[in-house]
């Protein structure tokens, strides 16, 4: 039997008790962070997003500053945000100032890019605004590679808009943003990945994360997901040595850990027209959403029915086709 879970070591909070929790799905734990999208538009149309596919009709919108307000108004108990989405963040001409509005409230702000739009300027505002953490998306080591999965972009660009931001860190001698790049493995790009470590390097970021595809746009992409072989061939990689922490989250779940997922417990995701879902890979709130929060208490969307149901559901190992592939 799981231990008692409390959400802070001061006792204030409520212990959840875990037979209740579920039995009811009922969380007397308030999230204590989310992803918010910024924007429902792209530069990029790569092929592990349902952007790149012709059929995909979602409306193209940016979050504004008093929309973030309501959102963390709503949910006062939010310590972290993560401003992540299907579009891309510096895209939404706001940006900057929705990670001030939200770091002067005490809120670390980390967010991804796919590194297309920041320019020296942007860079030292960014560095001014109090962003925690960014993560840059690198799938290839190469021009080919890289235009065929981040297609849109240029490992060019992408080298100079990284190194703008670290040449506005050291201009300013801030400590942060930290910078990472977060890498999504696939059969295209696998061979890469020493390449893709001196990159790393040179570039003087401090992480990279290797992860994998999960939410699946196109039937076509599993051809292109990691395989039993493709993983017994990352193991026979040296031991890396360098200067940069690596991150290896490429390999799948298993069912009892997507039972155990951090997220119906402690943190919820966001839409940019504010539909609430239960993790970024519901992306897409037309597919399942628990309420807005433009419209309705924070409080009462994280205890409705409909997430209650989908905890209960969840830990009972009737795992949502979406959890499946996590």
């Given amino acids: 039997m799981d231990a008692p879970e409390q959400s ?5 909070l409520p212990i959840l008790d875990w037979d209740a929790f579920r039995s009811t799905g009922e969380n007397p734990l308030p999230p204590t962070a989310m992803q918010i999208e910024t924007s429902s538009i792209c530069n990029f149309r790569c092929p592990s997003c349902p952007l790149a596919l012709p059929s995909y009709d979602r409306p193209e919108k940016h979050l504004s500053v008093e929309q973030l307000h309501k959102i963390l108004d709503a949910f006062p108990t939010v310590k972290k945000i993560e401003l992540q989405g299907i579009g891309e963040v510096f895209l939404n001409p706001c940006i900057l100032d929705i990670i001030e509005a939200a770091t002067k409230r005490g809120i670390e702000v980390h967010t991804f890019s796919n590194a297309s739009m920041i320019e020296r300027e942007t860079a030292y505002a960014a560095v001014r605004s109090g962003l925690k953490l960014i993560n840059f998306s690198m799938d290839g080591a190469d021009e080919p590679t890289f235009r065929k999965l981040r297609k849109g972009g240029t490992l060019r660009r992408y080298r100079r808009c990284v190194t703008s931001l670290l040449e506005a860190k050291r201009a300013l001698g801030s400590e942060t943003p930290h910078i990472g790049i977060m890498t999504v493995l696939s059969k295209r790009n696998l061979k890469q990945i020493p390449k893709m470590l001196a990159i790393a390097e040179e570039l003087g970021v401090e992480t990279i994360i290797f992860t994998k595809i999960n939410a699946v746009p196109d039937p076509e992409l599993k051809k292109l997901c990691l395989g039993d072989e493709e993983r ?11 200067n940069v922490e690596v991150v290896w989250a490429y390999n799948d779940w298993t069912k009892q850990e997507r039972m155990d997922c951090y997220w119906p417990r402690h943190m919820t995701y966001v839409t940019v027209e504010g539909d609430v879902t239960p993790c970024c890979n519901y992306y897409d709130s037309r597919e399942l959403s628990f309420g807005n929060v433009f419209e309705e208490d924070g409080a009462a969307i994280w205890n409705n029915e409909a997430y209650r149901q989908f905890r209960v559901r969840l830990m009972a190992g009737d795992l949502p086709d979406r959890c499946k592939t996590c």
């Fill in 8 to 12: 802070s070591s001061n006792g204030e």
């Fill in 232 to 242: 017994d061939w990352i193991k026979t990689l040296p031991p890396y040595k360098g």
